[in-house]
């Protein structure tokens, strides 16, 4: 079992920036690769980025060269700096593990989820 825990999310206006973290716990929790996901009202769980242990990254087309997604395994701990941010950019940000080793942005191969922290931009 893993068990995450997302903070910083919050309102900003368009043009500004957040930072995500995710403090993970559990077993063999460094093991696992790591992902960003994101949900908007009345839309779907879609992938933002995702990292595995050894640092490869991959990020939605969306986001590419505003966000950056990084963990240190030592301290359990994943982040999503976010730039540039856009009123689309709205939505509950979730946190999630996967015991896969994978880059894919998908929510099915990710098993362990946290409970979201949102993010507000304003335009």
């Known amino acids: 079992q893993v068990q995450l825990v997302e903070s910083g999310g919050g309102s900003v206006q368009a043009g500004g920036s957040l930072r995500l973290s995710c403090a993970a716990s559990g077993d063999n929790s460094r093991q696992f690769s790591m992902g960003w996901f994101r949900q908007a009202p009345g839309k779907e769980r879609e992938g933002v980025a995702t990292i595995t242990t050894d640092g490869s990254t991959n990020y939605a087309d969306s986001v590419k060269g505003r966000f950056t997604i990084s963990r240190d395994n030592a301290k359990n701990s994943l982040w999503l700096q976010m730039n540039s941010l856009k009123p689309e950019d709205t939505a509950m940000y979730y946190c999630?593990?996967?015991?896969?080793?994978?880059?894919?942005?998908?929510?099915?191969?990710?098993?362990?989820w946290g409970q979201g922290t949102q993010v507000t931009v304003s335009s």
């Open positions: 999630a593990a996967s015991g896969f080793r994978t880059r894919l942005l998908s929510a099915t191969l990710y098993p362990y």
